[in-house]
């Protein structure tokens, strides 16, 4: 326990925000694609500090609903708070839609992602991903971004391949250098969508050990993934979506020790054994 609540002062002291509200904070989020509703009315919070993570199966909206918490989809209904300033909507057409674009920045510029197949740009060396949108979308200078970008290269250990191409590196490599620019626009959240995912075990590991150390930092983040000690390990709440409903949540020896959902306990044992 000493370590979670050292997470959760570390989180203070880097967040400089109001711990009782939420970094990110979802309020009965509906999304649908056509007549097809993926997330039914989900709540969801992160405080300072906080891991989340956030299990279920295939198709379980998990990542419609990190995509609705940084805006990539719009929720026909419900609220997106983050540090305590809802995103305010208009309605266009039939549909609704953000408001003020610059909420929007706010949010997308303090919410950084990591996703499963990393997205560098591969004409970019690993630096310039790293220092491209602290430059472009923070307004940094070249050197600050520079100096920025290696200090989170060397925090994910590959500092030394800052001038090669994303296709030179492992896939290991290229998540943790995916890692390292979300983390150089130094956001007040980090949202990962099963960033181990596409790497074969060996190279899981290296990138395991990076998510501990962010989390044993004191970030804020929610984690999507399919290991279910990571999300064991890590988590100060764990969240299981079932079909776009959070059919169990809790703390991770609640969930994971003394599960109380009959489709909890399906798919841990059908995780376990796969
Ligand atoms: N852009 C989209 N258009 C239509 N259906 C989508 C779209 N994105 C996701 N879905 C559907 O929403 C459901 C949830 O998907 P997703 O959030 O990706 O689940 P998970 O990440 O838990 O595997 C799935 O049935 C998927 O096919
Ligand atoms: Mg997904």
Known sequence: MASKSARTRAGRKSNGFDDAIPVVHLK????????????????????????VTLIGSSGSGKSTLLRCANLLEVPQSGEIIFDGNPVHWKVKGSERVPADMNEVRLVRTNLSMVFQQFNLWSHLTILENVTEAPITVLGRSKMEAEQTGRKYLEKVGIVEKCDAYPAQLSGGQQQRAAIAR???????????????????????????????????????????????????????????????????????????????SKRLIQFLSATVTA
């Not at 989020?29 to 969801?44: C, F, N, P, R």
């Not at 050990?209 to 709440?237: F, P, S, W």
């Open 28 to 51: 009965d989020i509906h999304k649908s694609y056509g007549d097809l509703e993926v997330i039914k009315g989900v709540e969801l919070k992160a405080r300072a500090g906080e891991v």
């Open 182 to 260: 979300a983390l150089a626009m130094e956001p007040h959240a980090m949202l990962f969508d099963e960033p181990t995912s596409a790497l074969d075990p060996e190279l899981e590991a290296e990138v395991v050990q990076v998510i501990k150390k962010l989390a044993a930092e004191g970030r804020t983040m929610i984690l999507v993934t399919h290991d279910m000690k990571l999300a064991q390990d890590v988590a100060n709440h764990v969240v299981f979506l079932h079909q776009g409903v959070i059919e169990e949540q809790g703390n991770p020896s609640e969930v994971f020790g003394n599960t109380k």
